[in-house]
């Protein structure tokens, strides 16, 4: 099985920044992706970035400009850089990793970490 942990998180205020970091306990290099999901209160959890193993990005709409993926190779680490950040993005943000599939529900999954936007 494969451990992801998450660190980073923790309450923010409107407007400030917050970097959220994930380790995984294999090489990342053999996933076809790794990114991020978020799941704000009374909310469906969506994907909020992704990055491939070729170094291709996503982004939800939303984030767009003021949230930047990017991966560590070395340290097995993927990395969410979050500017601007407004209360409307409080949320349990989750790191993923996608191994070789066709099925994007084939997953692992990281325990999640708060992020609080809060005055």
């Known amino acids: 099985q494969v451990q992801l942990v998450e660190s980073g998180g923790g309450l923010v205020q409107p407007g400030g920044s917050l970097r959220l970091s994930c380790a995984a306990s294999?090489?990342?290099?053999?996933?076809?992706?790794m990114g991020w999901y978020r799941q704000a209160p009374g909310k469906q959890r969506e994907m909020v970035a992704g990055?491939?193993?070729?170094?291709?990005?996503n982004y939800v709409n939303s984030v767009q400009g003021r949230f930047t993926i990017s991966r560590d190779n070395a340290k097995n680490t993927v990395s969410l850089q979050m500017n601007s950040l407004h209360p409307a993005h409080t949320a349990v943000y989750y790191c993923?990793?996608?191994?070789?599939?066709?099925?994007?529900?084939?997953?692992?999954w990281g325990q999640g970490t708060p992020v609080p936007v809060s005055s």
């Open positions: 993923y990793a996608r191994p070789y599939s066709p099925f994007d529900s084939d997953k692992y």
């Open positions: 294999a090489s990342i290099s053999t996933f076809n992706a």
């Open positions: 990055i491939s193993s070729a170094g291709s990005t």
